[in-house]
């Protein structure tokens, strides 16, 4: 699994990651088991105009 991009609104307190991942189970496992805080997790799916 890896983390593809990340934004943050440093005003607003906002962190977003984009990661790839087989599934999302996979990844919250990979971060419960680093005691990494999310919010929520959101299973998306890449467009590309080109």
Do not use: H, K
Not at 27 to 48: K, P, R
């Amino acid at each position: 699994m890896t983390m593809d991009r990340s934004f943050i609104n440093s005003q607003e307190g906002f962190a977003c990651c984009s990661w790839e991942a087989p599934s999302r189970e996979s990844l919250a496992e990979l971060f419960n088991e680093a005691g990494a805080l999310f919010d929520s997790m959101i299973q998306v799916t890449e467009y590309s105009a080109g």
